[in-house]
């Protein structure tokens, strides 16, 4: 017997919101089959499209950690063998690691009945992250899993609310052609942040979640705003202000880094305005000598 599951990629800390808000993108994703085995033991069968580089072994594997971490919580060592295509680009900011370990505890979850809800699976996808990335952040699985816009209220206890996600509102995502590890981006940060930057970082997250219930564009488009992570991390991202202005010139709300980079992100209201983000963004990655690839 054996099962089949996506899960999709994702935008984590949508400006704002470090380490506590993420989006699911539509349509791009990581695919997982799970196949039922006689002999107890999880076994990485194949992996497609990773161009070689993703670990095979079990404690190394995010789908084999995940599923790992919820057959220990199960209680039993079920056999599984474990299949991964990858949509998505590795190191790429768009939550590589996170749908793919999502897919395989959703595959595996079907296998064996579904015991767990969705929201129960967190958990084990966050054990797959911290062995991916050294770090067990949940805003990119946790909208992975769920779907649409997520806030990560806390992480202990763990406390993920499902959150408004406003009609017209368009994500344009911009990948340039090279990799920045999670665990890369995450050193630059600083340990303690000073309090005047707390209080306009809290200023925002409150003002872009008010944005997305009252569906009021210009609010988000104010609240887009990061003093924790952005700039720290826009030295990593070769022609990061030149491209925020054109994104804006050509009618984003707003722009960020993706989860940790080096994707990119702009919001807008509309199809049209995200088209012209579009082309914006190929001119302006051109112009700086960088290959990108749009969707
Ligand atoms: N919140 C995480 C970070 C997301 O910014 O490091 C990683 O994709």
Same mark, same amino acid.
């Given at each position: 017997?054996?099962?089949?599951?996506?899960? $999709?990629?994702?935008?984590?800390?949508?400006?704002?919101?470090?380490?506590?808000?993420?989006?699911?993108?539509?349509?791009?994703?990581?695919?997982?089959?799970?196949?039922?085995?006689?002999?107890?033991?999880?076994?990485?069968? #194949?992996?497609?499209?990773?161009?070689?580089?993703?670990?095979?072994?079990?404690?190394?594997?995010?789908?084999?950690?995940?599923?790992?971490?919820?057959?220990?919580?199960?209680?039993?060592?079920?056999?599984?063998?474990?299949?991964?295509?990858?949509?998505?680009?590795?190191?790429? /900011?768009?939550? #590589?690691?996170?749908?793919?370990?999502?897919?395989?505890?959703?595959?595996?979850?079907?296998?064996?009945?579904?015991?767990? @809800?969705?929201?129960?699976?967190?958990?084990?996808?966050?054990?797959?992250?911290?062995?991916?990335?050294?770090?067990?952040?949940?805003?990119?699985?946790? $909208? #992975?899993?769920?779907? /649409?816009?997520?806030?990560?209220?806390?992480?202990?206890?763990?406390?993920?609310?499902?959150?408004?996600?406003?009609?017209?509102?368009?994500?344009?995502?911009?990948?340039?052609?090279?990799?920045?590890?999670?665990?890369?981006?995450?050193?630059?940060?600083?340990?303690?942040?000073?309090?005047?930057?707390?209080?306009?970082?809290?200023?925002?997250?409150?003002?872009?979640?008010?944005?997305?219930?009252?569906?009021?564009?210009?609010?988000?488009?104010? #609240?887009?705003?990061?003093?924790?992570?952005?700039?720290?991390?826009?030295?990593?991202?070769?022609?990061?202000?030149?491209?925020?202005?054109?994104?804006?010139?050509?009618?984003?709300?707003?722009? /960020?880094?993706?989860?940790?980079?080096?994707?990119?992100?702009?919001?807008?209201?509309?199809?049209?305005?995200? @088209?012209?983000?579009?082309?914006?963004?190929?001119?302006?990655?051109?112009?700086?000598?960088? /290959?990108?690839?749009?969707?």
């Amino acid at each position: 017997k054996s099962v089949k599951a996506f899960a $999709p990629a994702t935008v984590a800390n949508v400006s704002c919101g470090f380490d506590i808000l993420g989006f699911a993108i539509d349509a791009m994703g990581d695919y997982v089959e799970i196949t039922r085995k006689e002999k107890s033991g999880l076994c990485v069968v #194949s992996i497609e499209d990773d161009g070689g580089k993703l670990p095979w072994e079990v404690e190394k594997n995010t789908c084999a950690v995940a599923i790992q971490a919820m057959l220990d919580d199960y209680g039993q060592q079920i056999g599984m063998d474990i299949a991964l295509r990858k949509g998505l680009p590795l190191g790429s /900011g768009m939550g #590589s690691s996170a749908a793919s370990a999502v897919a395989a505890l959703i595959a595996a979850n079907r296998l064996l009945g579904d015991p767990y @809800e969705r929201k129960n699976l967190l958990p084990f996808a966050i054990a797959a992250e911290k062995a991916a990335c050294g770090a067990g952040h949940a805003d990119n699985v946790a $909208p #992975s899993l769920l779907g /649409g816009f997520v806030l990560v209220r806390d992480y202990h206890p763990l406390d993920v609310i499902k959150l408004h996600v406003p009609d017209g509102l368009y994500c344009t995502l911009l990948h340039p052609h090279y990799e920045l590890k999670t665990a890369d981006s995450r050193s630059v940060l600083r340990d303690s942040i000073p309090l005047k930057h707390s209080t306009i970082q809290s200023g925002n997250v409150a003002g872009f979640i008010a944005g997305l219930y009252q569906e009021d564009f210009e609010l988000i488009s104010r #609240s887009m705003r990061d003093v924790i992570a952005e700039p720290y991390r826009a030295v990593l991202l070769p022609g990061f202000y030149e491209i925020r202005e054109a994104l804006k010139t050509a009618g984003a709300l707003g722009m /960020g880094i993706s989860g940790s980079g080096p994707t990119l992100f702009a919001l807008s209201q509309g199809s049209e305005k995200s @088209e012209a983000i579009a082309k914006a963004a190929k001119e302006i990655y051109e112009s700086i000598g960088l /290959g990108v690839d749009v969707y």
